[in-house]
């Protein structure tokens, strides 16, 4: 029984005395040169518009023509899905006030 509790005196002043250390924040920065990222940017895309050009055969996952024309087209494409739907709606409502003149009126 006297160990026990010892050894519980001695776990406390321990941590009291030795408190454990805090974590160290380690930040390695990274070189990032935004100029040769562009040149290999329009390499590559160079490359592939020459292959398109000759007739090669280019995924479409490779070539990238413009960040700014993708968001574009992803945005046009969802208005035109949006206002499909809209126009989907506006014709379900108009049958269904057609559908209820007609039972209201043969009701009445």
Same mark, same amino acid.
């Given at each position: 029984?006297?160990?026990?509790?010892?050894r =519980?005196?001695?776990?406390?002043? &321990?941590? !009291?005395?030795?408190?454990?250390?805090?974590?160290? !924040?380690?930040?390695?920065? #990274?070189?990032?040169? +935004?100029?040769?990222?562009?040149?290999?940017?329009?390499?590559? #895309?160079?490359?592939?518009?020459?292959? #398109?050009?000759?007739?090669?055969?280019? &995924?479409?996952?490779?070539?990238?023509?413009?960040?700014?024309?993708q968001?574009? +087209?992803?945005?046009?494409?969802? +208005?035109?899905? =949006?206002?499909?739907?809209?126009?989907?709606?506006?014709?379900? !409502?108009?049958?269904?006030? !057609?559908? +209820?003149?007609?039972?209201y009126?043969?009701?009445?």
């Open positions: 029984m006297q160990k026990c509790v010892k =519980i005196h001695v776990g406390i002043f &321990s941590t !009291f005395f030795n408190p454990p250390k805090p974590r160290r !924040f380690e930040y390695i920065p #990274r070189y990032f040169d +935004a100029e040769k990222e562009a040149k290999e940017q329009r390499r590559k #895309r160079i490359e592939q518009e020459v292959k #398109r050009e000759r007739g090669l055969v280019v &995924s479409d996952d490779e070539y990238v023509p413009h960040i700014r024309g968001f574009r +087209a992803t945005k046009e494409k969802n +208005a035109r899905v =949006i206002h499909r739907q809209n126009i989907r709606r506006v014709y379900i !409502f108009i049958v269904l006030l !057609f559908l +209820a003149y007609m039972l009126t043969r009701l009445v």
